[in-house]
């Protein structure tokens, strides 16, 4: 199972991943980055996958259904089909329609994350999104984006979790 590390403003790795996603997405506030450690099985597929490759880090917006603010281990994430954080979390990104799409920016992957909450109506909840930041190799640009055929091509590596 993945191990889910909240990562503390201070960290190295916080400010850099913050840093990165801000400069696309400077009018966000950021809630908490997650740094995700992936199964070893799912790891060693990537890696595999990967031989002498390069990867790419780029950004996966999705939707959620659940409190992705509770998500602090693999227990609590929710068993909704529906619910792409917690589906990439415990399985790794699946294919749709063929491919897995990503941007290389923030802002671009911002448009897929949903305006609410699957079944969140109403408008008093805070609305929180969620970005996935991968590693990413065999990806081929396409109008902006990048789109990978396979899904051991993107290893997830931290969840942003932001709203406006």
Request: aromatic share 10%.
């Amino acid at each position: 199972m993945a191990t889910l590390t909240y990562l503390k403003s201070t960290d190295t790795e916080y400010t850099s991943i913050s840093t990165q996603f801000m400069s696309g997405l400077s009018h966000a506030r950021i809630h908490s980055i997650i740094k995700i450690d992936m199964p070893s099985d799912i790891a060693n597929r990537h890696e595999t996958f990967k031989s002498s490759q390069a990867a790419l880090r780029l950004y996966h917006g999705t939707k959620h259904c659940c409190d992705i603010t509770k998500i602090s281990d693999f227990s609590k994430l929710c068993q909704n089909s529906g619910c792409g954080v917690c589906g990439i979390i415990r399985y790794g990104p699946r294919l749709s329609n063929g491919y897995v799409w990503f941007g290389p920016c923030s802002s671009i992957s911002d448009g897929y994350t949903g305006a609410r909450p699957v079944g969140i109506m109403d408008p008093s909840i805070q609305v929180l999104r969620a970005i996935f930041v991968m590693d990413v190799v065999s990806a081929t640009g396409s109008h902006g984006a990048y789109i990978v055929p396979n899904g051991e091509a993107a290893l997830p590596r931290f969840l942003i979790i932001y709203s406006y």
